[in-house]
Protein backbone atom coordinates (compact mmCIF):
# COMPACT_ATOMS: atom_id res chain seq x y z
CA UNK A 1 0.00 0.00 0.00
CA UNK A 2 2.92 2.60 0.96
CA UNK A 3 4.61 1.82 -2.35
CA UNK A 4 1.56 2.34 -4.20
CA UNK A 5 0.76 5.65 -2.63
CA UNK A 6 4.53 6.80 -3.38
CA UNK A 7 4.13 5.70 -7.60
CA UNK A 8 0.87 8.00 -7.26
CA UNK A 9 2.88 10.73 -5.67
CA UNK A 10 5.94 10.70 -8.18
CA UNK A 11 3.06 9.96 -10.86
CA UNK A 12 1.01 13.43 -9.70
CA UNK A 13 4.64 15.14 -9.25
CA UNK A 14 5.72 14.48 -13.01
CA UNK A 15 2.17 15.60 -14.37
CA UNK A 16 2.62 18.77 -12.44
CA UNK A 17 6.19 19.50 -13.74
CA UNK A 18 4.81 18.33 -17.11
CA UNK A 19 2.04 21.38 -16.86
CA UNK A 20 4.26 23.70 -15.65
CA UNK A 21 6.63 22.81 -18.41
CA UNK A 22 3.80 23.70 -20.95
CA UNK A 23 3.07 26.75 -18.86
CA UNK A 24 6.25 28.24 -19.43
CA UNK A 25 6.82 27.39 -23.04
CA UNK A 26 3.17 28.68 -23.87
CA UNK A 27 3.14 30.23 -27.89
CA UNK A 28 3.62 33.89 -28.09
CA UNK A 29 0.99 35.59 -29.34
CA UNK A 30 1.12 36.23 -33.15
CA UNK A 31 2.28 39.61 -34.15
CA UNK A 32 -0.91 42.74 -34.70
CA UNK A 33 -1.01 44.71 -37.46
CA UNK A 34 -0.72 48.23 -37.73
CA UNK A 35 -3.79 50.57 -37.92
CA UNK A 36 -4.53 54.38 -37.48
CA UNK A 37 -5.41 53.90 -33.85
CA UNK A 38 -1.62 52.43 -33.06
CA UNK A 39 -0.17 55.40 -30.56
CA UNK A 40 3.94 54.99 -30.24
CA UNK A 41 4.59 54.08 -26.48
CA UNK A 42 7.26 56.65 -26.29
CA UNK A 43 6.30 59.43 -28.37
CA UNK A 44 2.62 59.18 -28.11
CA UNK A 45 2.20 59.62 -32.03
CA UNK A 46 0.45 57.63 -34.46
CA UNK A 47 3.09 55.22 -35.51
CA UNK A 48 1.83 54.59 -39.12
CA UNK A 49 2.85 58.46 -40.18
CA UNK A 50 6.36 57.28 -39.35
CA UNK A 51 9.18 56.20 -41.77
CA UNK A 52 10.98 52.86 -41.36
CA UNK A 53 10.65 49.33 -39.16
CA UNK A 54 8.50 49.70 -36.62
CA UNK A 55 8.07 47.63 -33.61
CA UNK A 56 5.70 46.23 -30.82
CA UNK A 57 5.83 44.40 -27.84
CA UNK A 58 3.18 42.05 -25.97
CA UNK A 59 3.31 41.87 -22.07
CA UNK A 60 2.06 38.24 -20.39
CA UNK A 61 -1.52 38.47 -19.79
CA UNK A 62 -2.24 41.43 -22.45
CA UNK A 63 -3.64 41.02 -25.64
CA UNK A 64 -2.82 43.92 -27.09
CA UNK A 65 0.42 44.90 -27.63
CA UNK A 66 2.69 47.93 -27.17
CA UNK A 67 3.36 49.85 -30.49
CA UNK A 68 6.96 51.77 -30.93
CA UNK A 69 7.63 53.92 -33.70
CA UNK A 70 11.31 52.53 -34.64
CA UNK A 71 13.37 49.24 -33.73
CA UNK A 72 15.41 51.11 -31.59
CA UNK A 73 12.51 52.34 -29.08
CA UNK A 74 11.08 49.27 -29.21
CA UNK A 75 14.70 47.34 -27.95
CA UNK A 76 15.27 50.10 -25.98
CA UNK A 77 12.18 49.06 -23.97
CA UNK A 78 13.65 45.84 -23.00
CA UNK A 79 16.79 47.88 -21.79
CA UNK A 80 15.30 50.00 -20.00
CA UNK A 81 15.41 49.15 -15.65
CA UNK A 82 11.98 50.82 -15.04
CA UNK A 83 9.72 49.33 -17.89
CA UNK A 84 8.15 45.74 -17.20
CA UNK A 85 10.37 42.84 -17.56
CA UNK A 86 6.93 40.26 -18.37
CA UNK A 87 7.61 40.29 -22.31
CA UNK A 88 5.69 37.54 -23.68
CA UNK A 89 6.84 38.53 -27.93
CA UNK A 90 8.60 41.36 -29.60
CA UNK A 91 7.82 41.72 -32.82
CA UNK A 92 10.01 43.78 -35.64
CA UNK A 93 9.66 44.58 -39.69
CA UNK A 94 11.60 42.51 -41.73
CA UNK A 95 12.68 45.38 -43.97
CA UNK A 96 14.16 42.81 -46.42
CA UNK A 97 10.24 42.67 -47.56
CA UNK A 98 9.03 45.83 -46.35
CA UNK A 99 9.47 49.35 -47.65
CA UNK A 100 11.15 51.60 -45.74
CA UNK A 101 8.60 54.46 -46.51
CA UNK A 102 5.47 52.29 -45.44
CA UNK A 103 6.47 49.14 -43.97
CA UNK A 104 3.87 46.28 -44.96
CA UNK A 105 1.41 43.95 -42.84
CA UNK A 106 2.54 40.62 -42.90
CA UNK A 107 6.03 41.86 -42.67
CA UNK A 108 6.40 41.03 -38.92
CA UNK A 109 9.20 38.39 -37.59
CA UNK A 110 10.34 37.86 -33.59
CA UNK A 111 12.88 40.56 -32.83
CA UNK A 112 15.03 37.83 -31.48
CA UNK A 113 15.51 36.09 -34.75
CA UNK A 114 16.21 38.62 -36.46
CA UNK A 115 19.71 40.19 -38.22
CA UNK A 116 20.50 43.80 -37.28
CA UNK A 117 22.39 46.62 -39.12
CA UNK A 118 23.76 49.02 -37.10
CA UNK A 119 25.46 52.81 -37.46
CA UNK A 120 23.95 52.68 -40.66
CA UNK A 121 22.95 56.51 -42.36
CA UNK A 122 19.23 55.37 -42.25
CA UNK A 123 17.06 57.30 -39.62
CA UNK A 124 14.17 55.56 -38.10
CA UNK A 125 10.84 57.12 -37.00
CA UNK A 126 11.71 59.51 -34.43
CA UNK A 127 14.61 60.48 -36.74
CA UNK A 128 17.11 58.43 -34.64
CA UNK A 129 19.47 56.36 -35.50
CA UNK A 130 18.31 52.59 -36.22
CA UNK A 131 18.22 49.11 -35.31
CA UNK A 132 17.15 47.90 -39.15
CA UNK A 133 16.44 44.40 -39.01
CA UNK A 134 16.19 41.14 -41.52
CA UNK A 135 15.29 37.92 -41.10
CA UNK A 136 17.58 37.08 -43.38
CA UNK A 137 21.78 37.64 -43.20
CA UNK A 138 21.62 38.23 -46.69
CA UNK A 139 19.28 41.00 -46.55
CA UNK A 140 21.24 42.85 -43.46
CA UNK A 141 24.89 42.39 -45.63
CA UNK A 142 23.23 44.40 -48.94
CA UNK A 143 21.86 47.05 -46.62
CA UNK A 144 24.98 47.43 -44.66
CA UNK A 145 26.82 47.12 -48.04
CA UNK A 146 24.84 50.22 -49.47
CA UNK A 147 24.29 52.33 -46.37
CA UNK A 148 27.37 51.58 -44.36
CA UNK A 149 26.89 50.27 -40.79
CA UNK A 150 27.63 46.86 -39.32
CA UNK A 151 25.41 43.44 -38.83
CA UNK A 152 24.70 41.84 -35.85
CA UNK A 153 23.05 39.58 -34.08
CA UNK A 154 19.73 40.31 -31.62
CA UNK A 155 22.32 39.60 -28.93
CA UNK A 156 25.00 41.52 -29.67
CA UNK A 157 23.20 44.95 -30.22
CA UNK A 158 25.85 46.94 -27.85
CA UNK A 159 23.27 49.36 -25.10
CA UNK A 160 24.82 52.62 -26.75
CA UNK A 161 22.97 51.64 -30.00
CA UNK A 162 19.56 51.89 -28.43
CA UNK A 163 20.24 54.09 -25.49
CA UNK A 164 23.51 56.46 -26.27
CA UNK A 165 22.90 59.99 -27.50
CA UNK A 166 20.88 61.05 -30.15
CA UNK A 167 21.69 64.64 -32.00
CA UNK A 168 18.03 65.22 -33.94
CA UNK A 169 18.55 65.89 -37.77
CA UNK A 170 15.56 68.10 -37.87
CA UNK A 171 13.85 69.92 -34.74
CA UNK A 172 15.26 68.95 -30.94
CA UNK A 173 13.26 67.62 -28.43
CA UNK A 174 12.37 64.51 -30.57
CA UNK A 175 12.69 62.19 -26.66
CA UNK A 176 14.55 58.87 -27.76
CA UNK A 177 15.83 56.81 -25.68
CA UNK A 178 19.17 57.91 -26.04
CA UNK A 179 18.64 61.39 -25.00
CA UNK A 180 16.09 62.65 -23.32
CA UNK A 181 14.06 59.81 -22.79
CA UNK A 182 16.90 57.73 -20.80
CA UNK A 183 17.30 60.62 -18.06
CA UNK A 184 13.58 60.85 -17.59
CA UNK A 185 12.92 58.92 -14.25
CA UNK A 186 9.54 57.58 -15.64
CA UNK A 187 11.28 56.39 -19.07
CA UNK A 188 9.93 59.20 -21.05
CA UNK A 189 6.11 58.05 -21.10
CA UNK A 190 4.46 60.39 -23.65
CA UNK A 191 5.14 63.44 -21.32
CA UNK A 192 5.69 66.59 -23.10
CA UNK A 193 5.77 64.90 -26.43
CA UNK A 194 2.44 66.10 -28.06
CA UNK A 195 3.71 68.85 -29.94
CA UNK A 196 6.46 67.37 -31.70
CA UNK A 197 7.02 67.55 -35.56
CA UNK A 198 6.17 64.31 -37.34
CA UNK A 199 8.39 62.95 -39.70
Not at 159 to 168: P, R, S, T, Y
Request: hydrophobic share 40%.
Amino acid sequence: MWRRTLKLAVLALAVTATACGEETTAEAPPPAELTREAIGYYCNMIVQDHQGPKGQIFLSGSAEPIWFSSVRDTLAFTRLPEEPKNVAAIYVNDMGRASWSSPEAGTWIAAEQAWYVIGSERRGGMGAPEAVPFAQRTDADAFAAQHEGRVVAFSEIPQAALLGDVEAPHSPGHGQPGSAMSEMPDGGHHHGQETEGKQ
